[in-house]
Nanobody, 123 residues
Framework: VQLQASGGGLVQAGGSLRLSCAAS????????MAWFRQAPGKERVFVAG????????YYADSVKGRVTISRDNAVNTVYLQMNSLKPEDTAVYSC?????????????????WGHGTQVTVSS
């Protein structure tokens, strides 16, 4: 499975971005999917996850209420809508496919990773 993230960019604080993660090679419709982010000099951290059917979603406390994860299994794509962006949201955002059908916040549960897309929020 190859995962390609896109949609990042430079935005002012309070703005919005929509990230996309397109999977190719095989379907990810049976996989839990998630977005992680990594800021310079910091560890990769969980942002949001979604189970294989899309019925259950999970969010880090730092983004809850500002971010929505969704998926369209028909086109093998996962989305991350980010609103009310803050400078501390600046990071490289990567999508990942879990070895399980449910998402989790643990990096170790994810088998496939995309290269990531840069999100920069200016103050």
């Amino acid at each position: 499975v190859q995962l390609q993230a896109s949609g990042g960019g430079l935005v002012q604080a309070g703005g919005s971005l929509r990230l996309s993660c397109a999977a190719s090679g095989r379907t990810t419709s049976n996989n839990g999917m998630a977005w992680f982010r990594q800021a310079p000099g910091k560890e990769r951290v969980f942002v949001a996850g979604i189970n294989w059917k899309g019925a259950n979603t999970y969010y880090a406390d730092s983004v809850k209420g500002r971010v929505t994860i969704s998926r369209d299994n028909a086109v093998n794509t996962v989305y991350l809508q980010m609103n009310s962006l803050k400078p501390e949201d600046t990071a490289v955002y990567s999508c990942a496919a879990s070895r399980y059908s449910v998402a989790s916040s643990s990096v170790q549960d994810y088998t496939y990773w995309g290269h990531g897309t840069q999100v920069t929020v200016s103050s």
